[in-house]
């Protein structure tokens, strides 16, 4: 059930985006591809977060390698 229904509500919004793409192509004078979808800077984005997501990797294997050993000590309430 909810599956479907998350599946209309992502259809309909594509929906409503693919109207308001034409509502825009429709009225501008002077429209190109570039100024409804910039699909090279979204491609750019796209490899800037996958790069991000590498160096995110790399942090956390330098912070596991930091903290590998380490023991916590737990003192009981009452500082005892």
Known sequence: MKGASLREIDNLES???AAMFNARASNAKRMTAKKLYD???ARKQ???????????????????EAFK????????KGGK
């Open 69 to 76: 050993g380490f023991k916590p000590q737990f003192r009981t």
């Open 39 to 41: 699909a090279d800077k």
């Open 15 to 17: 929906l409503s985006i």
């Open 46 to 64: 796209l490899e800037t977060s996958a790069e991000d997501k590498e160096k995110d990797i790399e942090r956390s294997m330098r912070f596991n």
